[in-house]
């Protein structure tokens, strides 16, 4: 029973990172990428508060806060990806400006794949795996499933139209079986991340770098400061999961990524309601 319940997590897993980046691609034809990337001011502030102020934040977090080091590990790769495949829609109800949130989840899928590999080594004592190794599942769950699905709506839009809702809908039902499986196959390690300060580590991190990013953006418009804001609160699951199994084995640290899951979409629905004032006003 339980090789069989790690079986279909292991699969609910994959289902998950093709499809909810694919549904996000569907949303997203290239020309619509294209417009916000000549804002060097966004680009500049996506870049620094996604891949320096994240992993800085995190890195001075575990000095204060000490967690086990599965913990640590996964917590180290979740600032490595900002831009959760659901942030389109909590970045849409802070009402932020629809080119700008298309362009920030084609730059921080593709700088992810890029920068995530090289800060491994660098982050994380110890890992000794081969850049390319960890970049190769995030070239073929993250990326690939994003821009296939940019292309279909660049080509075809009215097609993307029709099934972006119902991969949207398969990937949502998909992420829950996900959760209910890691606190069946990994119950107990849910229990002691409770009592470990882990979860309490992913809450002052995610509002630290929320935080960060909505100071930092303060120079843009609020259509767009918004998406910013909202964007790094979320993390990427599947981005963070995609190279797990080749820097660390230990299920502690899955649960740890698995719990991301209700604390980013929490976090970023709280943004998202509280900023979309700044736009109304």
């Not at 802070?94 to 660098?122: C, K, Q």
């Not at 107990?188 to 630290?208: C, E, K, M, T």
Request: with cysteine; charged share 10%; aromatic share 4%.
């Amino acid at each position: 029973m339980g090789d069989m319940l790690a079986l279909a997590l292991q699969a609910s897993l994959f289902v998950f990172m093709i499809g909810s980046l694919g549904a996000v691609g569907l949303g997203v034809a290239p020309r619509d990428v294209l417009a916000p990337l000549r804002n060097g001011r966004f680009v500049l502030l996506l870049l620094a508060a996604g891949w320096l102020a994240g992993p800085a934040v995190a890195l001075l977090l575990l000095r204060v806060l000490p967690i086990d080091r599965p913990y640590a590990t996964a917590l180290l790769l979740l600032a490595l990806a900002p831009g959760a495949p659901f942030a389109p829609a909590m970045m849409r109800i802070a009402r932020g400006d629809p080119a700008y949130i298309a362009a920030f989840m084609a730059v921080s899928a593709a700088v992810t794949a890029i920068l995530l590999p090289l800060g491994v080594p660098l982050l994380i004592s110890g890992a000794t795996a081969n850049p390319w190794d960890i970049a190769r599942p995030l070239a073929l769950l993250v990326v690939a499933p994003m821009v296939s699905g940019s292309a279909i709506r660049g080509l075809w839009p009215d097609v993307a139209a029709r099934i972006e809702p119902i991969v949207s809908r398969i990937a949502r039902v998909v992420t829950m079986v996900m959760l209910v499986l890691v606190i069946l196959v990994y119950g107990r390690g849910v229990w002691d991340a409770v009592g470990s300060h882990a979860i309490l580590a992913q809450l002052i991190f995610v509002a630290a770098v929320t935080l960060v990013a909505d100071l930092a953006g303060a120079a843009l418009g609020a259509p767009q400061r918004n998406v910013l804001t909202v964007g790094m609160s979320t993390r990427n699951i599947g981005a963070a999961l995609a190279p797990l199994s080749a820097i660390e084995p230990d299920p502690r640290a899955v649960v740890m990524i698995a719990i991301a899951v209700p604390v980013t979409l929490g976090a970023a629905a709280v943004a998202a309601r509280l900023l979309r004032q700044r736009c109304d006003s």
